[in-house]
């Protein structure tokens, strides 16, 4: 079935690059997202790749995609206390007929000053 | 412009007391989402709509659950006979389809059934 796998903590240290991972199970997956959920807030869409991509950058936010190996990263270059959140990997697709989306478990980055 | 929002942001109910939880998406958003977060985990798909058609409420974990949209856009979801279990935070998003699933979310309702 549609699994979708992160690791649950990272911690890093104001200035760092911080690099979050996230494995799925869906070959045929047409997107992948990354949310961000801040304390006692909803998602925020910060990205996403269409699965024909290897790269995505977007100021901070380098997106990397390896299909074979169905590995997606996010890497926040000169990581900050108010990144400080829960990041959130998920697969889509593309059909109208699925508009489901399967969520990782979310990765908690704590950002040290 | 406005993004989605849901109500009540909190409830708290008693165990089997039914409660409906509301979503206003995006205006000209077709689809609309329903997810459930629970402590600790990743979010839960429970049900899609998509403009006219037939919803998808495979992620309906019981028959306590329902859900509607009205007139294409406003949605209730429904949790009957509340149980402990229910307690979570239920989240609303929509897309415009034609885009892909870029789904935008609501801030949530938190519900906590005592």
């Known amino acids: 079935g549609e699994d979708v796998e992160q690791s649950l903590f990272l911690s890093v240290r104001e200035g760092d690059s911080s690099v979050i991972n996230c494995t799925y199970t869906d070959s045929s997956s047409t997107y992948l997202y990354w949310y961000k959920q801040e304390p006692g807030a909803g998602l925020q869409l910060l990205t996403y790749i269409f699965s024909n991509m290897d790269m995505k950058q977007d100021q901070r936010l380098t997106v990397l995609l390896n299909k074979k190996d169905k590995h997606l990263s996010l890497r926040i270059a000169d990581t900050q206390t108010g990144d400080s959140a829960i990041y959130f990997c998920a697969e889509g697709h593309g059909s109208s007929n699925t508009g489901k989306l399967i969520f990782g478990q979310g990765t908690t980055l704590q950002v040290k000053p | 412009g406005a993004g989605v929002s849901q109500s009540p942001s909190n409830k708290v109910t008693e165990k089997g007391k039914d409660v409906e939880l509301r979503c206003d998406p995006i205006s000209g958003h077709t689809a609309l989402y329903w997810y459930r977060q629970s402590l600790g985990q990743g979010l839960e798909f429970l049900i899609y709509?998509?403009?006219?058609?037939?919803?998808?409420k495979s992620g309906l974990p019981s028959d306590r659950f329902s859900a509607e949209r009205t007139g294409g856009s406003v949605s209730t979801l429904t949790i009957q006979r509340t149980q402990q279990e229910d307690s979570a935070v239920y989240l609303c998003?929509?897309?415009?389809?034609?885009?892909?699933?870029?789904?935008?979310f609501g801030p949530g309702t938190r519900l906590l059934v005592l």
């Open positions: 998003a929509s897309s415009l389809a034609r885009l892909g699933e870029t789904q935008y």
């Open positions: 709509f998509q403009g006219n058609s037939a919803p998808d």
